[in-house]
């Protein structure tokens, strides 16, 4: 990762905080989140056999699934801007290490009066999750408990405020087990669970004074006033945010490559909207869900020669093999007004990021921009694709 310079942005209540360790810190209001520089791993591509003039749709990948929108000022130079995102601990991971044949794969065409591209990321449900299950234990018997937790992945549980299980670590069906002496009555239970990824599954087990080794039955437990557990399930390995609130009897699940019902609604869908203005010129939006983050990458090759600067609250690309970085080849200017910038090293593509909660709109092209506010911006593109349908 080269050097990171994030350019200090404060503007309503989201404010870019800072950079360390490759990563971008912003802040809204008291919500804060770390994301990657170079988010999703977008693929730089190679295509010296190819050549475009002025603005171009990169056609979709075989295997792939890799689309944006592509600048060629010149022979033997040309950026890429696709859009990206994340969510809850989920991040879109397009494909780094492309094919050897590139150039025969892609489908360039020109572009038309409008696009509308729309790619959900992949889904969070089935890896990458969290739970935590919590009830009052009603012992009718003091003696000596046994609890075997099972699960894959990571496990913890408290009773009582004591953590009797920490095997908070990724595994395969292992079970941990646990004793302790509970006095009759009530008795404050946790269970928490992580998901990394493959088959998931956890059981919760006893055995106790005239109890035979069962899984800990609805009789025994309750929650909110009803039999069972109460249960949060989150969308991120680590319990972070607001969780899905639900209930369950047991704790007997084997989700075997999926997760809980509460997460079947599905990934979110982003769409990536852009309609020609010139041939060298794009106006372009990103539509992410309000549960998801959406931002904007660009990359350029040859990568080592290429170098990015903000000037004048626009992202703009030099390459130093040709002129020795002195003419701009490239420029990105992002118009929604709550955008936070973060640029990598001559190396890394820069990108760009904006909450999801409302579209990422955006200018790009190899020549000058022109001063389009949101608004007017906004009218053009939306009129310009309801003539494309």
């Known amino acids: 990762m080269g050097r990171v310079e994030v350019a200090p942005h404060s503007r309503g209540n989201l404010q870019v905080t800072g950079s360390q360790r490759g990563r971008v810190h912003i802040a809204m209001g008291a919500r804060r989140v770390s994301l990657p520089i170079a988010f999703a791993g977008v693929a730089l591509l190679s295509v010296g056999a190819c050549r475009f003039a002025g603005a171009v749709e990169i056609g979709t990948l075989e295997k792939g699934g890799l689309h944006g929108i592509g600048f060629s000022p010149k022979p033997g130079t040309m950026f890429i801007v696709q859009a990206t995102g994340m969510w809850g601990g989920y991040q879109d991971y397009r494909p780094r290490f492309l094919p050897t044949n590139l150039p025969t794969l892609m489908q360039p065409a020109t572009v038309g009066k409008a696009v509308r591209e729309t790619w959900s990321l992949a889904s969070p449900y089935g890896d990458h999750w969290s739970a935590r299950w919590t009830a009052r234990l009603k012992i009718a018997t003091e003696g000596d408990y046994a609890f075997y937790y099972s699960s894959d992945d990571g496990a913890r549980m408290w009773v009582d405020d004591k953590r009797i299980v920490n095997d908070w670590i990724p595994r395969s069906g292992l079970t941990s087990e646990a004793k302790i002496h509970l006095a009759a009555g009530d008795h404050a239970v946790r269970c928490e669970f992580f998901e990394e990824g493959g088959q998931a599954q956890a059981h919760l087990e006893w055995a106790g004074p005239d109890v035979s080794r069962q899984v800990v039955p609805v009789s025994v437990v309750s929650a909110d006033g009803k039999p069972g557990w109460k249960s949060e399930y989150f969308l991120n390995q680590e319990l972070r945010g607001d969780p899905t609130v639900s209930h369950d009897e047991k704790i007997d699940f084997n989700w075997g490559d999926g997760g809980p019902d509460v997460f079947q609604a599905g990934p979110p869908t982003i769409a990536l909207e852009w309609a020609r203005v010139t041939d060298d010129l794009v106006l372009g939006r990103v539509r992410p869900p309000s549960a998801a983050f959406a931002g904007l990458i660009i990359h350029a090759w040859p990568t080592p020669s290429m170098g990015f600067v903000m000037v004048g609250g626009q992202a ?40 999801g909660t409302q579209p990422l709109l955006f200018l790009a092209g190899s020549g000058r921009l022109p001063d389009l506010d949101a608004t007017t911006a906004t009218a053009r593109l939306e009129r310009a694709l309801r003539m494309a349908q």
């Open 316 to 355: 703009v690309a030099f390459d130093r093999s040709i002129d020795g970085g002195t003419v701009p080849r490239f420029r990105l200017r992002v118009l929604s007004p709550e955008a936070a910038w973060a640029m990598g090293g001559p190396s890394d593509p820069p990108s760009v990021w904006l909450p």
